[in-house]
């Protein structure tokens, strides 16, 4: 018993979704370190106002892909949570550019990156509940191409509305008009799409979905312990727990004595909430036999979780890297380094913000082309090696930034940014194709939210040290966040040569 081969437009209504999704990515990731030092933030400073986005998806897509695998209402079992979080976001994206203050702002990125972070991930479970093994690649391929088409446009909308005499330009501590109408246009784009994947699609149903399930093997741990077992894993958790809270605590102390940067604290922090969840949710509740309690689900999957996804999870943690240090540091480096200026009132700096945009705009187009172009050459190599490819592509486009010295279209606009594009095809459906048919129907939402941990941690780590790095060792020149990047970006290539990643891949013709 398989599941039903799904058509073109059938696949395409599915992913349509995602264009509205990613234009309020974009749109966050290309606008808001502008919003942040419009509204006084410094450039050391930057990093750490991010956090709050990373560590929400870190907190929030495995919650809701846990409780999308139990969920089964009228409307579906993934489509009310990515529902829920486009009507969030939207409205989001229409508060986030009238910020008065910073505090403000960085608490509706806070918001708005929460509100993305639940449609998200059951998007990506979407595909994986509907859609036959040899149509998958082809179902990631498309959100893919959304992804690319939506972040081209929602890059572009500053220019556009400055095209069309919108004031690009405010006094001191005021978001301009450009980015102000952006937001609102992504806002309306972001719930339209949504609600039509929603009228459009259809789901199975639970019983459905286990009837498929029989057919498929996949070697998994099962939830029938006894209760020796769970106790003996407790007493485990408890203990490694225990040392890596122990550790954490070190950690922050080290930061305290040696006055380090305070932005160290959000990973030490981090580490510490991750010790006490392995003590209290999994330790103490397996050892007390509590072990129905959803908190020890999620840990146990968590230390059970496939082959593949703890190999994919290095790859995932450099290229994340790479890519958060992009979208930070982007405009902050253009602009100081190429244009020679850091006043967020002067028509240079407000250029190559622009320019930072278009930049962004043409990496997404690129990766709209590359994200049909890519299966191909996997199809005749493998899938490991044509990320390693894209990969090399994107670190060394985002290295070439640092050399540009006439910022024309092509050497600024485009030539680095086609390496990106590459690469940021591939990581948006490579990896989920790999790891898509490893994973059971009844854990695919909390799996595919788990594996955001490895681009979440990796942000955080981003977050935390690339300020230190810029202020304390790179005098304040955010243009070597990006050849840290474009070197942590082939570092993810060279080690996804060694996946083990033995499925055939298989393209829709």
């Known amino acids: 018993m398989e599941k039903r081969k799904l058509s073109f437009w059938q696949i395409w209504n599915m992913s349509f979704g995602f264009l509205g999704i990613q ?127 939506g972040a081209y446009f929602a890059s572009k909308l500053p ?48 019983e459905e979905l286990a009837a498929f399930e029989k057919y498929k093997e996949i070697t998994f741990v099962k939830e029938d312990h006894s209760a020796e077992w769970f106790t003996s894993n407790g007493k485990s958790h408890l203990t490694k727990g225990t040392l890596f809270l122990i550790v954490s605590i070190l950690f922050s102390f080290v930061i305290y004595h040696f006055d380090l940067k305070k932005d160290l604290y959000v990973l030490s922090l981090g580490l510490i909430g991750l010790g006490g969840l392995a003590m209290v949710a999994s330790g103490l509740m397996q050892k007390t036999n509590n072990t129905k309690n959803g908190f020890v689900t999620i840990m146990n999957d968590f230390q059970f979780m496939p082959k593949i996804m703890k190999q994919l999870a290095w790859v995932q943690f450099f290229s994340w890297f790479a890519l958060f240090s992009m979208w930070i540091y982007t405009t902050l480096a253009v602009t100081q380094h190429i244009y020679g200026t850091t006043d967020t009132t002067s028509v240079a700096y407000n250029t190559g913000a622009n320019q930072v945009g278009e930049m962004f705009a043409n990496y997404n187009l690129i990766a709209a082309i590359a994200s049909f172009l890519l299966p191909l050459l996997a199809k005749y190599t493998s899938r490991k090696f044509t990320h390693f490819a894209a990969l090399v592509c994107g670190g060394i486009g985002l290295i070439s930034i640092y050399f540009i010295k006439e910022p024309t279209t092509f050497t600024m606009e485009w030539l680095p940014m086609i390496g990106v594009g590459i690469a940021w095809a591939s990581i948006l459906s490579i990896p989920y194709a790999m790891l898509s048919g490893s994973l059971p129907s009844a854990k695919m939402g909390y799996y595919m939210g788990v594996f955001n941990f490895f681009i979440v941690i990796p942000q955080l780590v981003a977050a935390s040290i690339l300020g230190f790095l810029v202020s304390q060792i790179f005098n304040n020149e955010p243009i070597y966040a990006l050849l840290i990047g474009g070197a942590s970006m082939i570092l993810a290539g060279i080690i996804a040569l060694i996946i083990n990643d033995e499925s055939k891949i298989t393209i829709n013709e």
């Open 23 to 149: 234009m309020g990515f974009a749109l966050q990731n290309s606008n808001v370190s502008r919003i942040f030092q419009t509204l006084g933030a410094n450039i050391d400073d930057i990093p750490i106002l991010w956090v709050a986005a990373p560590l929400t998806g870190l907190i929030i897509q495995p919650i809701i892909g846990y409780f999308s695998d139990r969920t089964w209402t009228k409307l579906g079992r993934r489509k009310p949570y990515f529902l829920a979080g486009a009507i969030l976001a939207s409205a989001a994206l229409f508060v986030m550019p009238n910020s008065p203050v910073l505090w403000i702002a960085a608490g509706m990125l806070w918001i708005m990156d929460a509100s993305i972070n639940v449609s998200m991930e059951p998007f990506r479970a979407f595909v994986g509940d509907n859609l036959p093994e040899k149509q998958r690649t082809m179902g990631f391929a498309m959100q893919s191409f959304f992804i690319g088409i």
């Open 159 to 206: 220019l556009i509305f400055t095209h069309l005499g919108v004031q690009n330009t405010a006094p001191l501590g005021i978001i301009p008009d450009s980015v102000k109408y952006s937001f609102y246009f992504g806002g309306i784009i972001f719930i339209v799409t949504v609600l039509w994947t929603v009228i459009t699609s259809k789901e199975y149903s639970p």
